[in-house]
């Protein structure tokens, strides 16, 4: 099956979406207004290894990695668009890197897992209809490209994540 992306998901099978993610856009999404969620493209970023392999980093490798603005407008104009998520794939949610925004209305917190795709996300304030700022989502290919590119831009040799940079390199 084609992937789908929220948008599509919500107008081909608006109850199955619904159930799964009831947000129609990125606003309703992230629970925050227009001029808040373009601030959150000019955010500070960070980047933290987590879940299993991240004890190979010790000391300040262990530390998030706070992303210059050269490079933060590429991951947050991906990571903050609402067709960069779709249907859900089921796992065991192993995430493998942390990627926080501090944006000014609060911190935004993506724990990203490459098993299966699924981001895991912390909001600084609950969404309409929601009893929580938690949610799971499902990256796109585009999305998922991203985030193995950033994870293995700045953790290069880690061992655990190998296997997830070599299958990136063999579907480009």
């Known amino acids: 099956m084609k992937y789908r992306t929220l948008r599509m998901w919500h107008q081909t099978d608006?109850?199955?979406a619904h159930n799964f993610c009831p947000y129609q856009n990125e606003l309703e999404m992230f629970g925050c207004t227009a001029a808040e969620y373009g601030a959150m493209h000019t955010a500070r970023v960070e980047v933290l290894r987590i879940g299993e392999g991240a004890d190979q980093y010790q000391g300040a490798a262990s530390r998030p990695i706070v992303l210059d603005h050269e490079d933060d407008g590429a991951v947050l104009g991906r990571l903050l668009d609402y067709d960069s998520y779709g249907e859900p794939n089921l796992c065991d949610f192993d995430p493998a890197i942390r990627v926080t925004v501090d944006a000014p209305h609060g911190r935004y917190q993506f724990d990203v897992c490459f098993a299966c795709d699924g981001v895991f996300v912390q909001s600084p304030r609950t969404p309409k209809g929601r009893k929580s700022g938690s949610?799971?989502?499902?990256?796109?290919p585009l999305?998922?490209?991203d985030m193995v590119q950033l994870a293995q831009r700045f953790f290069p040799g880690d061992r655990t994540l190998k296997p997830v940079y070599q299958r990136q390199k063999q579907e480009r």
């Open 143 to 145: 999305l998922r490209r």
């Open 14 to 16: 608006p109850r199955s």
């Open 135 to 140: 949610f799971m989502l499902h990256m796109s």
